[in-house]
């Protein structure tokens, strides 16, 4: 019997090797423009984190801010099981910091980097290489006197002279790193590139082999995913990742694709993940929910046409053998996909359970608002949803969690076919009733411009996208605005089965975010 990589023959089964999950939706995944989180909402994300069973939580970059640094000190006082991990650059002051964020971890991770490119060195470092390699030799030791869990980055790896890469990486493992990561920080590395530079490392760097070698991959070109593959192809068995491939610029490689190539190709691969995949959705869900940066529809595994046949032909070879067409099912990855969920006459009890099941705990309070809000829906429409459920939560969280300068009052809104659009808005801005009357192109722009008006806002609306939550007339509008001010962007999101109202409620949401 015949194996395609190095899963290790055992009677007849296969000892399969684990790919280590390390998940940075928490700091790489919240430098996407627009994604900023509070910190019970990162809280929140964690918690979804640890369910999946990720390897290590990276949390945040403790000296970047005040909330940064609460943030990953939270998250190590109340998150169990994952590793928890805190970024900083190789100077005493960075380390001092993670290490502070970090003390009530039950499991600690520093992690330090240094870009090792000449293009970085020259530009952005003004170091040369001596300094660099002894900048990192002495950050490793550093940390280590503080944690024995010790990540090195290599920043823009994947445009390093290799005899250099080779030489700083050698260097951070003999002052003391258990974890070496090579990031290809640009997106600028093709596969096979990036499976030669792996496998170079894995043959070239003395004590290489005592170490977990890791990648962390950017998407500018498309190939976070495929070259994260390539790597752990070549030797690597750490792979870092965000949910929904969130990241800096065009994102990080995307945790759900890696886990579901890995485990759906696991013949092919024979490589464990540990990950719990049937909580994949719902991790998707939330995070999107609380980004307020929504999935594409065609994305892969998460997307909200993944599982969905068009062509007759599919449905037709669907309905004989699912296998004709779906390499995974919808069900695996925790998606129930046309399950009816609740309708008017549930009670507290029913809406209660579905909500743990969903990962959500809510307080009496909480739950009392939840259920108002639910039973309000309810009757407006015939059948809830999780997504419903998701998106009343939203609002029962915008409320909790968001300080609110504006809260929607009232509106009003005229149209028709020889009407010019009008809008009249109140507002409470800081417990006054705020109005005005405003026209536009059509309904949308005459709310926003008398929203705009009596805010006030001297910001920009960048994007306006709506969707329908769930299918038929009698959905919910899921409305996403992009605006930005002072080069600030934030997202806001606001959800009714009434469109317009759906319109002004994302708008003002993404109002009272600039505020904050
Ligand atoms: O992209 C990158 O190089 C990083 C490092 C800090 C790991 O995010
Ligand atoms: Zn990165």
Redesign the pocket.
């Known amino acids: 019997m015949a194996f395609a990589n190095d899963g290790i023959f055992f009677g007849d089964m296969v000892m399969a090797e684990k790919v280590i999950f390390f998940d940075?939706t928490l700091?790489?995944g919240e430098?996407s423009p627009g994604a900023s989180l509070n910190i019970e909402e990162k809280l929140k994300i964690a918690r979804q984190l640890a369910k999946l069973k990720v390897d290590i939580i990276e949390a945040g970059?403790p000296i970047a801010s005040p909330g940064d640094f609460e943030a990953v000190k939270l998250i190590s006082k109340e998150i169990k099981g994952p590793v928890i991990c805190g970024?900083a650059r190789t100077t005493q002051k960075d380390i001092d910091r993670a290490h502070e964020a970090l003390r009530e971890a039950e499991k600690p991770r520093i992690?330090t980097?240094i870009?090792t490119s000449d293009i970085h060195l020259k530009h952005k470092l003004k170091m040369s290489r001596n300094e660099v390699i002894k900048t990192a030799y002495e950050a490793v030791k550093y940390a280590k006197k503080y944690v024995s869990d010790i990540e090195f980055?290599a920043?823009?790896?994947g445009r390093s002279d290799p005899v250099f890469l080779h030489e700083v990486i050698k260097t951070a493992i003999s002052a003391g790193a258990t974890t070496i990561?090579i990031?290809?920080?640009?997106g600028y590395i093709t596969p096979d590139e990036f499976g030669n530079i792996i496998r170079n490392i894995k043959e070239k760097v003395p004590g290489i082999n005592d170490i977990i070698l890791s990648v962390?991959c950017?998407n500018d070109l498309g190939l976070a995913v495929a070259n994260s593959i390539a790597a752990v192809q070549n030797g690597a068995r750490q792979i870092?990742c965000t949910i929904n491939g969130l990241?800096?610029r065009a994102g990080?490689a995307s945790l759900e694709e890696i886990v579901m190539i890995l485990e759906t190709r696991k013949n092919y691969f024979a490589l464990d993940t540990g990950i719990k995949v049937d909580e994949i959705y719902r991790t998707s869900r939330l995070v999107s929910n609380l980004t307020g940066i929504i999935v594409q529809p065609n994305k892969a595994i998460v997307g909200a046409n993944a599982f969905a046949h068009e062509a007759g032909i599919h449905q037709d070879g669907i309905l004989k053998e699912r296998s004709t067409y779906e390499i995974m099912s919808a069900e695996t990855i925790g998606l129930d996909r046309n399950r009816l969920v609740l309708g008017k006459h549930s009670g507290r009890h029913a809406l209660k359970s579905r909500l743990n099941e969903l990962g959500y705990e809510l307080a009496e309070n909480e739950l009392e608002k939840f259920y108002n809000n639910f039973k309000e829906l309810a009757d407006k429409k015939k059948e809830i949803f999780d997504d419903d459920l998701l998106s009343i939560l939203n609002i029962i969280e915008g409320v909790k969690t968001i300080p609110e300068a504006y809260k929607l009052v009232s509106m009003k809104v005229s149209c028709g076919t020889n009407e010019k659009p009008k809008a009249l808005v109140t507002l409470d801005v800081q417990g006054k009733n705020l109005s005005f009357e405003g026209s536009g192109d059509g309904p949308v722009d005459a709310v926003y411009h008398a929203i705009a008006e009596v805010t006030g806002t001297k910001s920009v609306l960048q994007a306006y996208i709506v969707k329908a939550i769930t299918g038929g007339t009698d959905a919910q509008g899921d409305v996403t605005v992009e605006v930005e001010e002072n080069n600030h962007t934030v997202f806001g999101r606001g959800v009714d089965t009434d469109i317009i109202l759906a319109s002004a409620k994302a708008y003002i949401n993404a109002l009272n975010k600039l505020v904050r």
């Open positions: 940075t700091r790489d430098q970059f970024l992690h980097f870009a980055s920043e823009d790896a990561n990031p290809d920080t640009v962390h950017h870092e990241g800096e990080n």
